[in-house]
T-cell receptor, first 110, second 112 residues
């Protein structure tokens, strides 16, 4: 099935560093979402973006809905060990179907 | 509040055996329901989705089938499991467009 291009595929960073990941698509979306999946668990919604250009924060997380509606980025500031997991972007059309990114695996070292 | 239940959490089954994974949603009506598979911590592959009782759409040809006997119940089945059916199976629901999906905690299936 269709997937969004998400990069980087994996990141290995030191605790306290900032993290940035992004997602691009050839299609326009009405909504961009960012999920985090802890090991052995289902993905959990972190941030939802509904308007082109929108910048939204959730604690140390900040995400933006690209102006072209074809991309989005997620930043994590001052990473901590519990930030470890797989981060997925997802684009949603008006049909309700979500298209997921390929995921970014984040490892944080103390 | 809405909750989604998925069971079992882990399952080890021999090749050729049948499979039945169940997902139920509470606290909402007429949800859209989804089954995803995730191989070895990789991406999410949509297997089936349902917009109502008895309505199932399949995204990829495979050894699995899905059924929705009740509004808030979604079942993933197989008559004969293959080794390639191993993976992490996730159920999800949604009720409003543009609000994303809520996922269950997943079932890790190992076919031996």
């Amino acid at each position: 099935g269709q997937q969004l291009n998400q990069s980087p595929q994996s990141m290995f960073i030191q605790e306290g560093e900032d993290v940035s990941m992004n997602c691009t698509s050839s299609s326009i979306f009405n909504t961009w979402l960012w999920y985090k999946q802890d090991p052995g668990e289902g993905p959990v919604l972190l941030i939802a973006l509904y308007k082109a250009g929108e910048l939204t924060s959730n604690g140390r997380l900040t995400a933006q809905f690209g102006i072209t509606r074809k991309d989005s980025f997620l930043n994590i500031s001052a990473s901590i060990p519990s930030d470890v997991g797989i981060y997925f972007c997802a684009g949603q059309l008006s049909s309700d179907k979500l298209i997921f990114g390929t995921g970014t695996r984040l490892q944080v070292f103390p | 509040s809405q909750t989604i239940h998925q069971w079992p959490a882990t399952l080890v089954q021999p090749v050729g055996s049948p499979l039945s994974l169940e997902c139920t949603v509470e606290g909402t009506s007429n949800p859209n329901l989804y089954w995803y598979r995730q191989a070895a911590g990789r991406g999410l592959q949509l297997l089936f989705y349902s917009v109502g009782i008895g309505q199932i759409s399949s995204e990829v040809p495979q050894n699995l089938s899905a059924s929705r006997p009740q509004d808030r119940q979604f079942i993933l089945s197989s008559k004969k499991l293959l080794l390639s059916d191993s993976g992490f199976y996730l159920c999800a629901w949604s009720v409003l467009q543009n609000y994303g999906y809520t996922f269950g905690s997943g079932t890790r299936l190992t076919v031996v």
